[in-house]
């Protein structure tokens, strides 16, 4: 069978959203080629190694890629794809070159080849997130396995505003905390909390394919009986008395949901993890969060992008 390659070279910032419309649009997992990862110095406290061939990435920005059956309503599906490109500069968000191209490849050429871009990555202290493919075991006594299978939804744990998210978590979850996980795409936050100790976890995502995909990895990591996992516009229609809510959203979303009910959900002193946040828009986000109760009180930055830990009083 043949399939299209569909690439959009664009930049970091931009990865989510356009890994987004590339689910839309069918792809059942995408390919990120990210120039920085080859720069990035990788943890190996586990003694983990990781292999990057340079010309698997672009010279700069970002590539992601998508697989598309070859079919009459191909030429359809890619203008679509460019009209919602087009539409997030609507959002301020920087799309670089936003370059999209389309190649022809045979089923076997990339039916298992984008494996090779996902590795076991440790994160924080004590977790360590490896694809289901890889017989992974642990090297110290302390280290908790995260297996993730991340070809359905985008939120592999190698994203530096994933990787905030879990170190904030391991900073401030307490043993037996509520937790409110929105925009959970694979779970991967969410079975992090559970893993770091976290007794009632409920995660939320507006995509049907990411809540299919979190409950999936939920049940892999045996978490379920702590984690609960359903669709969920933001915050809505979801009650108050959580001791913290980790959001690892766009900017422009982490804004919305904290004037929409993000500080409404929370105990008092209760707090508010917010990720995906650019530099730029660091201090948008910022007087937002005040400007609704939520104070923040740390802040952190891995490359361009910032996460803020607000609390609410």
Not at 153 to 158: I, L, P
Request: aromatic content about 6%; proline content about 4%.
């Amino acid at each position: 069978m043949k399939w299209s390659e569909i690439c959009i070279h664009t930049t970091e910032e931009a990865i989510e959203p356009v890994t987004n419309i590339l689910y839309e649009a069918g792809a059942g997992g995408v390919v990120i080629e990210d120039a920085m990862d080859l720069k990035k110095e990788w943890p190996s406290q586990f003694g983990e190694t990781y292999a990057l061939d340079p010309n698997d990435y672009p010279p700069d920005g970002v590539n992601v890629k998508a697989y598309l059956p070859v079919n009459s309503c191909l030429g359809e599906t890619i203008k679509e794809i460019k009209q919602s490109m087009n539409q997030l500069l609507l959002y301020d968000i920087d799309l670089g070159e936003n370059r999209l191209t389309v190649s022809e490849r045979h089923e076997e050429e990339w039916a298992t080849a984008w494996k090779k871009y996902y590795k076991p990555v440790s994160v924080g202290n004590k977790l360590t997130i490896t694809p289901t493919w890889i017989d992974y075991r642990p090297k110290d006594p302390e280290e908790k396995v995260i297996e993730l299978d991340p070809g359905m939804a985008f939120g592999t744990g190698t994203h530096p505003t994933t990787m905030l998210c879990i170190e904030a978590l391991e900073q401030y979850l307490h043993s037996g905390a509520s937790v409110l996980d929105v925009g959970t795409g694979t779970g991967v936050l969410a079975i992090s909390a559970a893993k770091l100790g976290a007794g009632r976890i409920l995660a939320v995502d507006l995509d049907p394919v990411a809540v299919q995909s979190a409950k999936l990895n939920v049940k892999l990591n045996k978490v379920q009986e702590s984690v609960c996992v359903r669709q969920n516009n933001l915050a809505d229609n979801i009650g108050f008395g959580y001791d913290l809510l980790v959001g690892n959203l766009l900017a422009e979303i982490v804004i919305r949901l904290a004037e929409e009910g993000g500080a409404r959900v929370l105990k008092p002193n209760g707090l508010f993890i917010a990720s995906g946040i650019i530099r730029s828009k660091k201090e948008r986000v910022r007087e937002a969060l005040a400007a609704n109760g939520l104070h923040v009180i740390d802040e952190r930055e891995k490359n361009d992008w910032v996460a803020l830990i607000a609390q609410k009083r």
